[in-house]
């Protein structure tokens, strides 16, 4: 098979973290990558296997040991299944978890458009920052969206 540009980021990622890079591993990682949304293992499942036949339980094995290597992150915060999002690889200056708070959606924001990053703080504060992982909680886009065409036939 052809290695899209998605899948040769990964292949190159998982080098650098020191895994052995897999076409297993090189795939589940794409997925979850090209996502821009934090995705269930399931759906990375689904997402896979779309493209190549792959177990459900080799998947979710290899998001854990993704996860505890730090290459994808694991969020557990919510009440749902644990989901995971792409790693240091994706966003240089990290990321936070923005989660809305009508329908639970969580998505992914790079600190850069937060306008925050580790430098900064460092220079202002005691201690020393390494990583910048916030949690942002308010309304999503589609909630918003949603919210304000039913003000409107209230009104
Ligand atoms: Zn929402
Ligand atoms: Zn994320």
Redesign the pocket.
Known sequence: MTIPDAAATARDFLARTGLDPTLNRILVLAAVAGSDSPLTAREVFERVLAEHRINRVTVYRILDLLAENSAVNRISSTDRAARFCAGGGRWPNGHSLFH?T????VQCVDNDALHIDARTLNAALPMHINAIDLRLDG??A??TAESGTADEKQA
Do not use: L, S, Y
């Open positions: 809305c009508r329908c639970g959606e309304i999503c589609n909630c």
